[in-house]
């Protein structure tokens, strides 16, 4: 095996099981989050409070995943193994 078809089945196995799940979390807890905000404890300040933090850190989770992802497959072009 070599190190290209190797690192091609990491890839494909990455990107089609552990992307779309850390993906999926990460655009729950800020749907949650905004349902939390603006429709279940929108009376509350303690509910908008932790609205906010699940909205917070769903962005941050989606925004780490896409220049997580990039920076990844910028590294595999420059090294000459990114997947066809």
């Known amino acids: 095996m070599t190190l290209k078809a190797w ?3 990491l890839m494909q196995g990455a990107n089609t099981i552990v ?3 850390l993906f999926s979390l990460a655009l729950g807890a800020f ?3 905004v349902m939390k905000y603006f429709f279940l404890d ?3 300040e303690e509910g908008r409070r932790q609205g906010r933090q699940f909205i917070l850190w769903g962005l941050v ?4 995943l896409f220049s997580a992802w990039g920076v ?6 420059t090294l000459g193994l990114a997947p066809a």
Not at 61 to 64: N, S
Not at 72 to 77: A, P, S, T
Request: proline share 5%; no cysteine.
């Open 7 to 9: 690192v091609d089945g």
């Open 19 to 21: 992307i779309p799940v």
């Open 31 to 33: 749907v949650w989050g």
């Open 42 to 44: 929108s009376d509350s």
């Open 61 to 64: 989770g989606m925004v780490l």
């Open 72 to 77: 990844v497959y910028i590294l595999l072009d």
